[in-house]
């Protein structure tokens, strides 16, 4: 691959992180400090020591980035709600595309959680909803960087929020 063809995939990868941070920050509270920007920066400086192989391949790319950026929330809603003594949770939207329109929003910590809840009994699942929602990668994307049929990431996909939203659901709490 040349230089200008790396170039123009690293301009390409950018603008794709940029668009998937700027739609999390979307669902942020209004005086979230972080920017769109920031979070893509901060996600790449935490995957900077990665092997060169795995920027070549861009789904992989993207569901790392996005794994990143979740911790990144993550971390950040943290330093808010010690900040605050436990108030103010950050929210974070489960819509079924990145960018949101009219949904609910959800606490990130408690999204986190239930995540790492779930990933204790389905690896893939979990996986399968943080490379969707958090990566804004599709069902054939998806199904690529794990292996399996995009028929599979669906049906994971689905059971995986069902799951979710009964974690989240306000009855359970």
Known sequence: MSSTD???LSASLYQELRRIAA???RAERASHTLQPTALVHEAYLRLANQPQSMWKD???TIGM???AMR???VDHAR???AGKRGAGAVQVTLSEDVAPTQQKTVDVLAVDEALNRLAEFDPRQARVLELHFFGGLTFDEIAKELGVSARTIKRDCTMARA???GQLSPARG
Do not use: E, P, Q, V
């Open 6 to 8: 790396n170039d123009r």
């Open 23 to 25: 739609a999390r920050m």
């Open 58 to 60: 861009r789904s992989r």
């Open 65 to 67: 980035a996005a794994h």
């Open 71 to 73: 911790n990144i929330l």
């Open 79 to 81: 330093a808010h709600i």
């Open 163 to 165: 799951w979710l939203h």
